[in-house]
T-cell receptor, first 113, second 112 residues
């Protein structure tokens, strides 16, 4: 079942600004992942954060995870027009369901040049 | 890095026909493959989990007789949409899991 909810549903910013997207989920997780999808294309894996981690960085990306609140955030710093895409969080419950991902509804990010 | 391919990338078919979509892991063995469906402007929904050499496990609400999944080898899983209808038009994405998991580029199915 689809459990992830993301907000905002859409975000429009200017180049150079930071973009923050939030994701909430309902059940226990082994890890949470963020993906990017350009219009009509496949998924690009951005970052994975495990349930015992609180923060992770990768280039201009910063992900936080609060398992007590069952929420995560993705921060893109110094955004570029090329960052325009849909961003999805996906949770992996682990165990016998390891690898089976439940996706959030996604945030459509538009970065204006 | 590891690559997962899907074929075809795009297919248009007439209502009532069957369409087969292939998902291949190109440089690793995938013990498990997952099939997702994505309707326009929506998120990905898991359809089924495919394990090599065994029957697929379908998510609730997914008709197994309509979406036939075969995982004949550690590098290939196929999804066959049988008797396709316009409402089956969607973007179908597979992922393959070995030590890590990778997504394919997706297949856009349009049923006329």
């Amino acid at each position: 079942s689809q459990q992830g909810e993301e907000d905002p549903q859409a975000l429009s910013i200017q180049e150079g600004e930071n973009a923050t997207m939030n994701c909430s989920y309902k059940t226990s997780i082994n890890n949470l992942q963020w993906y990017r999808q350009n219009s009509g294309r496949g998924l690009v894996h951005l970052i994975l954060i495990r349930s015992n981690e609180r923060e992770k960085h990768s280039g201009r990306l910063r992900v936080t995870l609060d398992t007590s609140k069952k929420s995560s955030s993705l921060l893109i710093t110094a955004s570029r027009a090329a960052d325009t895409a849909s961003y999805f969080c996906a949770t992996d419950a682990g165990g016998t369901s390891y690898g089976k991902l439940t996706f959030g509804q996604g945030t459509i990010l538009t970065v204006h040049p | 890095g590891a690559v997962v391919s899907q074929h075809p990338s795009r297919v248009i078919c007439k209502s009532g026909t069957s369409v087969k979509i292939e998902c291949r892991s190109l440089d690793f063995q995938a013990t498990t493959m997952f099939w997702y469906r994505q309707f326009p402007k929506q998120s990905l929904m898991l359809m089924a989990t495919s394990n090599e050499g065994s029957k697929a496990t379908y998510e609730q609400g997914v008709e197994k007789d309509k979406f036939l999944i075969n995982h004949a080898s550690l590098t290939l899983s196929t999804l066959t949409v049988t008797s396709a209808h316009p409402e089956d038009s969607s973007f179908y994405i597979c992922s393959a899991k070995g030590n890590e998991q990778f997504f394919g580029p997706g297949t856009r199915l349009t049923v006329l």
